[in-house]
């Protein structure tokens, strides 16, 4: 079945506060997943999206990812994605986000 | 008794048996889809009964009155079946009305008058009374093809077959010759049609006609053949074309969880792997919202269709996507998010997944294909 909806956890973890994401983030879940990430963003100065668990990403969730690394970059924080695989990746990579957002392969590598 | 009456009736090329002993009865005022794959003898069968084919066996008898037979008055009796071609077969350096006046005039001795009036009601009936006048050179394939209709009717033939009326037109134009035929059967009239539009025998026909081997494999009303076909052959030809499809009639209304489940689905059903599923779910999330925000920028009423077609012999899905509203070409726009433009990014993705895409706008609709 289709994953019916997006669930988020917010992890510190090294420094970094690790916004996790499962499940989907299309037009219909992107919007409360954003104001989520910004204001944890708002509270944080390193900002790690784990989409790891993300199973589908459409150009709504590549608009969020661009509006906080916009975000990040005018308040001098740092902001990367990280764990994208299968189709999640292949989208990122497409959209050529990679020029503007840090793209770690997991977690872990954060640095 | 049976409007037409077929008997053994037998055909082979060369040594080659194309129709072997079918029987067929037709009632009067039924209409008959005749289905299967190219080369199982439907066109030759249809040809074989006004005898533009010559059956090697058999008998074929319409109003009780049996073309086959020794001495009949072949001409005579070819008129009570009324034949519409693939390609019109108009005559070009005539117009409209003495196209259809044409046969009656010189064949039934029907006084002109009679003949254009008569012409009149028909061209009335298929939308096209404005051109009378008409060559065929100025119309387009669909008027021809209800101008050749309206023909065959001139003859006020007891039958009316029809060898794919639709398969010689451009895609945009089959709806309108569909919606004449459509009309044709609710008049009652008796009709043969050979044809590869599968939801439209589905939705006119009384009875369809599966050919296969030689003559008819299997036959039923259409909820029999579509949807419980019983034989090997017709379960893997009905089988073979998959369809899924979804409207949308408001934005605020529309339902994307409604749809992707949808497109999951079937999917699942027939064994379309995962990341293909995301890709399909991805180009018609992306389609849609394009056409919401840039073709109905200040409405909320919509029309569109998003159909989806499996052909699981060649492995390939098609993503067809019917809209209203103005027209708008998505594959024209153009952004990348590292340029700090991101109006059209989806779009951008999208056409870097796919190779097969393309986009027409006629007759006020928007239209979207692609293949995956």
């Given at each position: 079945?289709?994953?019916?909806?997006?669930?988020?956890?917010?992890?510190?973890?090294?420094?970094?506060?690790?916004?996790?994401?499962?499940?989907?983030?299309?037009?219909?879940?992107?919007?409360?997943?954003?104001?989520?990430?910004?204001?944890?963003?708002?509270?944080?100065?390193?900002?790690?999206?784990?989409?790891?668990?993300?199973?589908?990403?459409?150009?709504?969730?590549?608009?969020?990812?661009?509006?906080?690394?916009?975000?990040?970059?005018?308040?001098?924080?740092?902001?990367?994605?990280?764990?994208?695989?299968?189709?999640?990746?292949?989208?990122?990579?497409?959209?050529?986000?990679?020029?503007?957002?840090?793209?770690?392969?997991?977690?872990?590598?954060?640095? | 008794?049976?409007?037409?009456?077929v008997?053994g009736l037998s055909k082979s090329f060369?040594?080659l048996t194309v129709l072997e002993s079918v029987d067929l009865?037709?009632?009067?005022?039924?209409?008959v889809a005749i289905i299967g794959t190219s080369g199982c003898g439907k066109s030759v069968f249809l040809r074989c009964?006004?005898?533009?084919?010559?059956?090697?066996?058999g008998?074929?008898?319409?109003?009780?009155?049996?073309?086959?037979?020794?001495?009949?008055?072949?001409?005579?009796?070819?008129?009570?079946?009324?034949?519409?071609?693939?390609?019109?077969?108009?005559?070009?350096?005539?117009?409209?009305?003495?196209?259809?006046?044409?046969?009656?005039?010189?064949?039934?001795?029907?006084?002109?008058?009679?003949?254009?009036?008569?012409?009149?009601?028909?061209?009335?009936?298929?939308?096209?009374?404005?051109?009378?006048?008409?060559?065929?050179?100025?119309?387009?394939?669909?008027?021809?093809?209800?101008?050749?209709?309206?023909?065959?009717?001139?003859?006020?033939?007891?039958?009316?077959?029809?060898d794919e009326?639709?398969?010689?037109?451009?895609?945009?134009?089959?709806?309108?010759?569909?919606?004449?035929?459509?009309?044709?059967?609710?008049?009652?009239?008796?009709?043969l049609i050979v044809t590869h539009?599968m939801?439209?025998a589905?939705?006119?026909a009384?009875r369809v006609l599966f050919f296969s081997d030689g003559g008819i494999y299997e036959q039923g009303t259409p909820?029999e053949i579509f949807?419980s076909p019983q034989r090997e052959k017709t379960v893997a030809f009905i089988q073979k074309r998959?369809?899924?499809?979804?409207?949308?009639?408001?934005?605020?209304?529309?339902?994307?969880?409604?749809?992707?489940?949808?497109?999951?689905?079937?999917?699942?059903?027939?064994?379309?792997?995962?990341?293909?599923?995301?890709?399909?779910?991805?180009?018609?999330?992306?389609?849609?919202?394009?056409?919401?925000?840039?073709?109905?920028?200040?409405?909320?009423?919509?029309?569109?269709?998003?159909?989806?077609?499996?052909?699981q012999a060649?492995?390939?899905?098609?993503?067809?996507?019917?809209?209203?509203?103005?027209?708008?070409?998505?594959?024209?726009?153009?952004?990348?998010?590292?340029?700090?433009?991101?109006?059209?990014?989806?779009?951008?993705?999208?056409?870097?997944?796919?190779?097969?895409?393309?986009?027409?706008?006629?007759?006020?609709?928007?239209?979207?294909?692609?293949?995956?």
């Amino acid at each position: 079945m289709v994953d019916e909806t997006v669930a988020s956890e917010v992890i510190q973890e090294n420094g970094w506060t690790i916004f996790a994401l499962t499940g989907r983030l299309d037009r219909v879940t992107a919007p409360q997943i954003g104001e989520q990430a910004e204001s944890a963003l708002d509270s944080c100065a390193k900002l790690a999206l784990d989409v790891k668990h993300l199973s589908y990403l459409s150009s709504a969730g590549i608009r969020i990812l661009l509006r906080l690394a916009q975000k990040a970059k005018k308040e001098q924080k740092a902001f990367a994605v990280c764990g994208a695989e299968g189709f999640v990746k292949e989208v990122i990579e497409e959209s050529n986000m990679n020029a503007i957002v840090t793209i770690y392969g997991e977690r872990s590598e954060l640095g | 008794m049976a409007i037409l009456e077929v008997r053994g009736l037998s055909k082979s090329f060369d040594g080659l048996t194309v129709l072997e002993s079918v029987d067929l009865s037709v009632q009067e005022g039924e209409c008959v889809a005749i289905i299967g794959t190219s080369g199982c003898g439907k066109s030759v069968f249809l040809r074989c009964l006004n005898l533009l084919e010559r059956p090697d066996a058999g008998s074929v008898a319409v109003g009780g009155r049996e073309i086959t037979a020794q001495g009949a008055k072949v001409d005579e009796i070819r008129r009570q079946m009324g034949m519409v071609f693939q390609r019109f077969c108009l005559f070009s350096h005539r117009n409209v009305m003495d196209n259809l006046c044409l046969a009656p005039t010189e064949l039934l001795g029907m006084p002109r008058e009679t003949a254009e009036e008569k012409a009149m009601g028909l061209l009335r009936e298929v939308g096209l009374a404005a051109k009378a006048g008409a060559f065929p050179r100025v119309l387009s394939g669909g008027q021809q093809q209800r101008i050749a209709i309206c023909r065959a009717l001139m003859m006020e033939p007891k039958v009316l077959l029809m060898d794919e009326p639709t398969s010689a037109l451009d895609p945009a134009m089959v709806g309108e010759v569909l919606a004449v035929i459509r009309m044709l059967a609710k008049q009652g009239r008796t009709m043969l049609i050979v044809t590869h539009e599968m939801n439209f025998a589905r939705e006119v026909a009384d009875r369809v006609l599966f050919f296969s081997d030689g003559g008819i494999y299997e036959q039923g009303t259409p909820e029999e053949i579509f949807d419980s076909p019983q034989r090997e052959k017709t379960v893997a030809f009905i089988q073979k074309r998959k369809y899924f499809t979804y409207e949308i009639r408001s934005k605020e209304g529309f339902d994307l969880m409604e749809l992707q489940g949808g497109i999951w689905s079937f999917a699942e059903k027939y064994g379309i792997g995962g990341a293909r599923v995301y890709a399909l779910q991805y180009c018609a999330e992306e389609l849609i919202y394009e056409f919401f925000d840039y073709s109905f920028r200040d409405t909320d009423a919509v029309q569109m269709t998003l159909a989806l077609t499996y052909a699981q012999a060649q492995d390939v899905i098609t993503l067809e996507l019917e809209s209203s509203g103005a027209a708008y070409d998505p594959f024209l726009t153009e952004s990348e998010a590292a340029e700090d433009d991101d109006a059209h990014i989806g779009i951008t993705i999208l056409k870097k997944r796919i190779e097969n895409f393309a986009y027409r706008f006629d007759e006020g609709v928007n239209r979207v294909r692609l293949e995956l």
